[in-house]
């Protein structure tokens, strides 16, 4: 019954891409300790992933009032309101939890998709460039920079990017 515990199975299923396992590790948490933040990023990117905007924004919502000058706070509600389709509040929140711990990879990432989806593409490849630099072994900026070449049609640089990722999880599809 240890909210660590449950959170740290949570965030690897996560990672695992189990987001059914994730939510339900997720909400064990959150009735063990409705006030703990630690790994709610991760809890947030697996409804967002799943679609789920209700609980979401009730996570978002809960998480802000327990402390909004955490970088998790901020990761998910940048996260809701990437859900919602508000690309400009989305990079507020993103950009208020690097500027909060410039260490959380979850957040540049995040950035680099919004901005993506805003066509700012300069932007987008500086942020997982940050977010590369801060963990240089998560597959996602790596995907992301494959993304962004491929669609300026600058496939050499693309398939860089893409061989990264699959170096980095050669089991995922």
């Not at 006030?35 to 209700?54: C, I, T």
């Not at 993304?147 to 990722?165: F, G, S």
Request: aromatic letters at 14%; one cysteine or more; a positive charge.
């Amino acid at each position: 019954q240890s909210p660590f515990i449950h959170s740290q199975l949570g965030s690897a299923l996560s990672f695992a891409r189990d987001f059914d396992g994730c939510r339900r590790h997720f909400e064990i948490v959150q009735k063990l300790d409705s006030h703990r933040l630690e790994g709610m990023d991760q809890y947030s990117n697996a409804l967002f992933v799943k679609r789920d905007k209700l609980a979401l924004g009730l996570l978002a919502q809960q998480c802000y009032s327990v402390d909004p000058f955490r970088p998790e706070s901020n990761v998910v509600a940048g996260n809701y309101y990437a859900i919602v389709r508000r690309h400009d509040r989305s990079l507020q929140h993103f950009k208020r939890a690097v500027a909060i711990d410039p260490s959380i990879v979850s957040a540049w990432t995040l950035m680099g998709h919004e901005y993506l989806e805003a066509k700012n593409t300069n932007a987008a490849v500086a942020a997982y460039r940050h977010a590369i630099a801060v963990s240089p072994s998560d597959y996602r900026p790596w995907y992301g920079l494959g993304q962004i070449y491929e669609l300026l049609q600058v496939y050499h640089y693309a398939l860089h990017y893409y061989w990264q990722t699959t170096s980095l999880r050669p089991n995922d599809p």
